[in-house]
């Protein structure tokens, strides 16, 4: 097909923030759909086959749509808008940064960056207990956070208690130097520094001095009962389904549990089942319980951890086939 050659308008204000830093987001979007920006002054041309040039301006228009709702146009959001233009999938964009979860201690609001981040908070707001299930880089644990810390700022719930089971990659739990807790701690630093980032340093300290916030290795759990709390369950994959069900039951009156995994790295030993698979499949269609699977579409770290995804997921394909 010809080329043609088309003018488009991106207002002043957002010209530095659409093209990026050294332009890259416009040489993504070049690359992406072999176009051409020409810039000259505040005029903007875009050169290359119809449809494209059309994708490409499509991008545009979404890509300032953002910029004007103060949004942050980093290089995420950029993939993500290409993504949704080019498979047709323009109500997704719809969903991305539509609402804030919670403020960071800075001002910084947390919000959802795909729609299926969007559907995750959604479901957990409707239900008493979500399983967040998808690859890395895909929110699941810090939108969970995100959403206790918010609820316990707003009052709903007294206390926030964050638990993973303490299953090593490759290292011997008594191997480890130092007691009990700092043998167990380095699998739940992920969690302090979540904590940490969102909370601050002094509401950090404050609320963990009283109690209110919990973090703590999985088998803690035993024996309790837990109201007008909200649960955060991670890496629930490296659960064994006794751990998962004694983790459920465990629930009370005005309590909210969010389950996080990825079954694509499970570090139990071959022969034992995952309790987060079982759960999937016995909890599926029981009312007031949440399934959210995301995937690599959902991936907001870097490109490159998209790429990594998409790379295992085709090697295991062609392993299994």
Do not use: W
Request: aromatic fraction near 8%; charged fraction near 25%.
């Amino acid at each position: 097909m010809a080329a043609i050659e088309k003018k488009i308008h991106i207002p002043t204000e957002y010209m530095a923030v659409i093209f990026g830093s050294f332009d890259a987001h416009i040489r993504k979007i070049e690359k992406a759909l072999d176009v051409t920006f020409v810039v000259r002054g505040e005029s903007v041309k875009l050169l290359g086959e119809a449809y494209n040039v059309k994708l490409s301006n499509m991008v545009i228009k979404e890509l300032v749509n953002f910029a004007s709702k103060g949004d942050a146009i980093d290089e995420q959001l950029v993939d993500y808008t290409l993504s949704a233009i080019t498979k047709d999938r323009q109500d997704d964009l719809k969903q991305v940064n539509s609402n804030v979860v919670t403020l960071t201690y800075q001002g910084k609001p947390i919000k959802a960056k795909t729609s299926g981040q969007q559907e995750y908070v959604d479901l957990i707001r409707k239900n008493m207990v979500v399983f967040g299930m998808g690859p890395a880089g895909t929110g699941k644990t810090y939108l969970a956070m995100a959403m206790a810390i918010d609820a316990f700022k707003k009052g709903e719930v007294n206390k926030i208690i964050l638990t993973r089971p303490a299953i090593e990659a490759g290292e011997k739990l008594g191997f480890l130097p130092g007691d009990l807790q700092s043998k167990v701690d380095p699998y739940l630093r992920p969690l302090y520094d979540a904590l940490f980032e969102i909370m601050g340093p002094d509401n950090f300290d404050k609320n963990m001095e009283k109690g209110l916030i919990e973090v703590a290795p999985l088998a803690y759990m035993r024996g309790r009962t837990l109201n007008n709390a909200f649960v955060v369950l991670d890496e629930a994959q490296n659960t064994t389904p006794q751990q998962m069900k004694m983790f459920l039951t465990r629930l009370g009156f005005n309590s909210k549990a969010v389950i996080t995994g990825d079954m694509t790295q499970i570090d139990l030993p071959s022969d034992k089942k995952s309790g987060l698979s079982e759960a999937y499949k016995v909890l599926t269609n029981v009312e007031g319980i949440g399934m959210c699977p995301l995937n690599r579409n959902d991936v907001v770290r870097h490109p490159l951890v998209q790429k990594i995804v998409d790379a295992y997921e085709l090697y295991e394909t062609k392993t299994k086939s």
